[in-house]
């Protein structure tokens, strides 16, 4: 069966620091991938998605970027964080075309 | 221009009473629509799916919903709440293109009286 990891689960970060957030699929070939953010209170936010290796398309410009190196891997990343980045991110994958997506865990990112 | 509106961003209802959540969209053709639930800290879990035939589509967890296409609607429904079902309800409809994105409404948050 197919699962979704995300690391870390928590995360707490000053502001202007790195950031990287992975998220990994297993059992499955050649996903779409998609990064959202919820903010405390707020729905969700597509950031990224991939239907592809090295193919990366974002949806809202900001200081973040997404990276797919490898088929079922998913890297998100900021060169300088800031409050705003605070968060919940999720990844979330789909195979098929009727876009059934399956989420992740996620993971809580708390910028101070 | 897809779009997905959920109008109520509270309910409260009481445990073993019925619920009903409301969810329209604006899409050109026949879409693909969910109904996403997700707990405090949590994932989304999928809840049910509608791409085609019957309009009534059941779900886990006891819930239900129907795309009333005359509408515009795909409303979210449960005879009987349970404490447990307390959570955010996420309305999406899916975007026919290469993207295969999924469109959002705002969430609706359930509250349950005991």
């Known amino acids: 069966s197919q699962t979704i990891h995300q690391w870390p689960a928590t995360l707490v970060q000053p502001v202007g620091s790195p950031l990287s957030l992975e998220c990994t699929v297993e059992?499955?070939?050649?996903?779409?991938l998609y990064w959202y953010r919820q903010a405390a209170g707020r729905g969700l936010q597509l950031l990224f998605y991939s239907v592809g290796i090295g193919q990366i398309s974002s949806e809202v410009p900001q200081n973040l970027s997404a990276s797919r190196p490898q088929d079922r891997q998913f890297i998100l990343s900021s060169k300088k964080l800031l409050l705003s980045d605070s968060g919940f991110y999720l990844c979330?994958?789909?195979?098929?075309?009727?876009?059934?997506?399956?989420f992740g865990p996620g993971t809580r990112l708390t910028v101070l | 221009a897809q779009s997905v509106t959920q109008p109520d961003i509270h309910i409260t209802v009481s445990e073993g009473a019925s619920l009903e959540l409301r969810c329209n969209y604006s899409y050109g053709a026949t879409p693909y629509l969910f109904w996403y639930v997700q707990s405090p800290g949590q994932g989304l879990q999928l809840l049910l799916k509608y791409f085609s035939g019957d309009t009534l589509v059941q779900g886990i967890k006891g819930f239900e919903a129907e795309f009333k296409r005359s509408q515009s609607s795909f409303n979210l429904r449960k005879p009987s709440v349970h404490w447990s079902d307390a959570a955010e309800y996420f309305c999406?409809?899916?975007?026919?293109?290469?993207?295969?994105?999924?469109?959002f409404g705002s969430g609706t948050r359930l509250l349950v009286r005991p």
């Open positions: 059992g499955t070939s050649n996903p779409n």
């Open positions: 979330a994958w789909s195979v098929d075309s009727n876009n059934e997506q399956f």
């Open positions: 999406a409809v899916g975007a026919k293109d290469s993207s295969y994105k999924l469109i």
